[in-house]
């Protein structure tokens, strides 16, 4: 997958950590996804559109604002996130149904329990995703100033 490109538009310092506001035109990114063979993520924001992505500036990079970047998320940490945000919830709820069918539950009793499974598979999502580690993992990295806003 490429690395999205785009415009610093605000800059913050927490301690030794950067943080910039990147305002990215964001359009189908690699071929499989132009093809319609991707995981579909394009799909859910039309085909283009401005969207503000908050990413972490790698230590050694010198950037400001106006400078167009390029921000990258690790290919293992997207697949990662995914499978937190669509394995757990999935998981679960077949687990439920499972259970439901060892139990000989009827229909109505078996769809409840799946759903119930659903809806714990996404609390414990949540719960991950929430965690300040994961949301390190997890943010974009400003990994190349492109132009400079100063040229």
Known sequence: MKNLEGQIISMSADGSERTVVVEVISEVACERCASGKGCGAGLLGGKISNR???????????VSNGDQVSISLEPQNLLRAAIIVYGYPMFAAVLAAIVAHFYDANDAISALLALAGLSAGVLIAKAILGRARCLREFTPLVVDRLTSARD
């Open 52 to 62: 503000r992505v908050a990413a972490t500036v790698v230590a050694d990079l010198n």
